[in-house]
């Protein structure tokens, strides 16, 4: 199986899904081919078609949340300083661990998590679009996902059916 077709690059899913205090180690050779696809540092903005970023979210999608976080890691390392990618991705990052607290039975620091991810969604709501295009934070429906946020910070409890998807609103 293999990421979301916007990527040219063949990025294959990982062995397994690592599960902190289950499984002993993660794919990490999987996973370094992925991050060999970013550049130390992106110039002005960070391509919304980036693969990197596609398969990021593919994995978070596909239930592979702990690798997500690592992925979407790696591309806000390189994303612009102070730019609104930064907080964007900031906010995927806290997703995808929020779905694997969901896994691991932790409801309670999921709904932080997600509670987080959404302060960064108002954060860049209130940040000036760039115009530049092409951008994964002016590409991506963040008022579909705060509004998804919002609705799962409404339940009186998460259960692991509550994971968020990010490709499904991602859709660009």
């Keep these: 199986m293999s990421v979301p077709p916007s990527t040219a690059v063949n990025l294959t899913l990982p062995r397994w899904a690592y599960l902190p205090g289950v499984e002993t180690e993660a794919d990490h050779d999987t996973l370094a081919m992925a991050k060999a696809l970013v550049p130390a540092r992106f110039n002005g903005f960070v391509p919304a078609r980036h693969p990197a970023l596609r398969y990021g979210l593919g994995l978070n999608d596909s239930g592979f949340f702990w690798e997500s976080h690592e992925i979407l890691e790696a591309v806000w390392a390189a994303a612009p300083q102070g730019g609104r990618e930064r907080i964007l991705l900031r906010a995927c990052i806290q997703i995808a661990n929020a779905n694997l607290k969901l896994r691991m039975g932790k409801p309670h620091a999921a709904a932080r998590l997600l509670g987080e991810a959404l302060a960064e969604l108002n954060e860049l709501s209130v940040r000036k679009a760039t115009g530049a295009g092409g951008g994964f934070a ?11 946020l919002r609705t799962k910070l409404a339940q009186p409890a998460l259960s692991k059916a509550d994971w968020v998807a990010l490709c499904a609103i991602g859709r660009t």
């Design 138 to 148: 002016d590409a991506f429906p963040t008022t579909a996902l705060a509004g998804l």
